[in-house]
């Protein structure tokens, strides 16, 4: 993969896979770009926390009847690494990132309000808003309420990403079959050593741009693919599988000390949007998952 600096995911099937099944198992790998914080002189191509700069008559992103959405982090497109950026993505402009954090009450009676990717009705409390380059853009108001998180700039670099071991195309690649990946006494003695390595090196979740998502609790994108669906189906039924394949990660962002960003408990946002909606800059139906 040209550009891609680390390929360690590469180097872990190398490792501990037989020759055929590295190969299936690098033909899933992606590029992405992994977002840390920047340092002196470094490119800053994002930026966790402070305020956004908004078009002309484009309101604060709201909860209606509950709140103002928290700002969480801005990234221009332009400035990444052409390297790690996922197929369709926008190659100019700015996304902007939102989400009800909780940090204010709701302005309804129902209790505390939150974002869940099983309850459609409150999808509206995260929101993604692409910005044209060379749309005049002006500082946004911020509404009454906790104070902006505190500012971060981020520095990219080109990484490999992998899938989750339970999402379909891998255990078709590794196992070769779609169902289910059998309990751990009966997974093959060739795969046992790779499961354990790739446990370990795939622990660090941070922040991300495309790739694959780095999960905490298993493949967002089943989650992304239930609730679509509109049912709960057990992992590794053959319609969640497919509807699981549909979704991509547009970006994750970590709980993060210095930004003073923690979503529940020391756990991560994942954005998640199809892939043609994404080539269309199309950024209202993007879903957020968050785990922890």
């Known amino acids: 993969m040209i550009g891609v600096i680390d390929e360690r995911y ?3 099937a190398a490792e501990h896979l037989p020759s055929d099944l590295a190969g299936r198992w690098i033909a899933l790998l992606r590029p992405g770009v992994r977002l840390r914080r920047a340092g002196a002189g470094e490119q800053v191509v994002a930026v966790l926390g ?5 078009p002309s008559g484009v309101d604060w992103p709201d909860w209606p009847g509950v709140g103002p959405l928290s700002f969480i982090a801005s990234v221009r497109c332009a400035a990444l690494p052409a390297a790690g950026r996922s197929p369709g993505f926008p190659p100019d402009g700015t996304l902007l990132f939102f989400y009800f954090d909780g940090r204010v009450e709701s302005d309804g009676d129902d209790g505390p309000a939150f974002v869940s990717i099983y309850d459609p009705a409150t999808w509206v409390g995260a929101r993604v808003l692409y910005v044209p380059e060379g749309t005049p853009v002006f500082p946004a108001d911020v509404p009454r309420g906790p104070a902006p ?3 971060v700039e ?3 670099e080109v990484e490999q990403s992998a899938p989750d071991l339970w999402l379909p195309q891998v255990r078709r690649a590794l196992l070769g079959t779609d169902d289910p990946w059998p309990e751990p006494r009966e997974i093959p003695a060739a795969l046992r050593p790779f499961r354990r390595a790739f446990a370990k090196l795939n622990s660090h979740i941070g922040h991300r741009i495309g790739g694959h998502a780095a999960p905490i609790q298993g493949p967002v994108e089943y989650e992304a693919a239930a609730a679509e669906l509109g049912i709960e189906r057990l992992w590794g039924d053959p319609q969640l599988d497919a509807a699981a394949t549909h979704w991509v ?3 994750q962002f970590d709980s ?3 930004a003073g960003m923690e979503w529940a408990d020391t756990g991560t946002l994942y954005w998640l949007i199809h892939p043609e909606d994404l080539a269309d800059r199309n950024f209202t139906r993007t879903r957020l998952i968050t785990q922890s």
């Open 10 to 12: 590469s180097r872990l």
């Open 50 to 54: 402070g305020a956004p700069e908004l």
């Open 149 to 151: 998180y505190p500012r």
């Open 154 to 156: 981020l520095a990219a």
């Open 249 to 251: 990660l547009l970006a």
């Open 256 to 258: 993060d000390e210095a």
